[in-house]
């Protein structure tokens, strides 16, 4: 992306307050309360199905909440129609026009959407494509252009307009890994020199972490957890976020509670857990491999024993998936570590690195380990 000074934008602070929505029995949105600060970028995370998309178009005005009040800077939008929102969408097809040039698509959203005169609307909308990069595809149309260069100019159109609020509905879902990652930078960066506030909306975990300043992550119809991606990472506050963020996704083992203690199936684990605890997790890159089985782990240190199955690259690093009596874990290690198929090993963590989950799948405080007398 071409970088230049850019006339700044007063993004809206946007409220969601109890937003409901149902499809006949089918609940797609059960009271969502959700504050985006004014330019603040937000991920909606999620699994299809989660919501995330019904509460875009309702912040959009395409649809409307059957429950509830969205507000823009305290101003509520319920019955406002979408043109009269001050919203900008980037939809996942791209949605141009196929017999206008980048140019004219962008003008034609500038003249209609803005009210601007042809000889600004141009000017804007050269203005956009150089920021972006793209002032050489001005005159293709978007059969002439890839998937990388319609979306660049969707994207253009949606900013062109200088909209408090812009709204990305997975505008990279059809596009290759390496082209996802170039794009999602350039966004990031374009949007917070705007200052526009955005709602982004995506099921990839990893395009979320990079885009949000903060990132919500929904499931069955409400928001589980929203925080900074660190937050969301380090202290997932539910068993469905726990396992739905992070590549590979946290260990979660079952067990059953007794005496201040959870104890894996068999002969497995044996930890600290505060009471009620049903379930144990731990990142993978908490646990350490150690070859050969060893003895009973001391000081409530997590400890299994198992067979190496099979291990991933993941550039300088590799995750060892390990087959034990709790379930399959897998395990971060040094790519320089030798993967020997069907040999035992001994997975570990301290217990200062785990997570206990209750029978709601709400995360519990961990009891620090005992010190060994």
Not at 59 to 78: H, W
Not at 108 to 116: D, E, P
Request: charged share 20%; with cysteine.
């Amino acid at each position: 992306m071409t970088a230049g000074a850019v006339t700044a934008v007063a993004g809206a602070r946007i409220e969601a307050v109890g937003i409901g929505r149902t499809f006949g029995p089918v609940h797609a949105l059960a009271g969502v309360d959700l504050t985006i600060a004014a330019g603040e970028i937000v991920a909606l995370l999620g699994p299809s199905g989660s919501g995330k998309s019904t509460l875009l178009r309702i912040i959009a005005g395409l649809d409307q909440p059957t429950a509830g009040d969205l507000r823009f800077d305290d101003r509520s939008q319920v019955g406002v129609p979408p043109h009269q929102r001050d919203v900008s969408m980037v939809f996942q097809h791209f949605a141009l026009y196929p017999h206008l040039s980048a140019t004219d698509n962008l003008v034609l959203a500038l003249r209609y959407g803005r009210g601007m005169s042809r000889a600004d609307a141009r000017d804007r909308a050269a203005e956009t494509l150089r920021m972006l990069g793209i002032a050489d595809l001005a005159r293709r149309r978007p059969a002439q252009m890839s998937g990388g260069q319609r979306q660049r100019v969707a994207i253009g159109r949606a900013i062109a307009t200088r909209a408090r609020v812009v709204l990305l509905d997975e505008p990279m879902s059809g596009l290759d890994a390496k082209l996802r990652v170039e794009l999602r930078v350039e966004i990031v960066d374009l949007l917070r020199r705007l200052g526009t506030t955005a709602v982004f909306v995506t099921h990839d975990q990893a395009e979320a972490m990079a885009v949000g300043d903060r990132v919500a992550v929904m499931n069955h119809g409400a928001i589980e957890q929203i925080g900074t991606p660190d937050a969301i990472y380090d202290l997932p506050a539910t068993r469905f976020v726990a396992t739905f963020v992070g590549s590979p996704p946290m260990n979660v083992f079952e067990g059953t509670w007794s005496d201040g203690q959870l104890r894996g199936p068999g002969s497995g684990f044996v930890v600290p857990a505060p009471a009620a605890a049903t379930a144990v997790g731990v990142r993978p890159e908490h646990l350490r491999l150690v070859r050969g089985a060893s003895g009973p782990s001391a000081g409530g240190e997590f400890s299994v024993q198992g067979h190496v199955v099979v291990a991933e690259r993941l550039g300088a690093e590799r995750t060892m998936y390990v087959r034990t009596a709790t379930g399959m874990v897998g395990v971060r290690v040094d790519a320089a570590v030798p993967v020997v198929p069907d040999e035992p090993v001994t997975v570990t963590a301290p217990a200062t690195a785990l997570l206990c989950f209750g029978p709601d799948g709400r995360a519990l405080t961990v009891p620090q380990a005992r010190q060994p007398s």
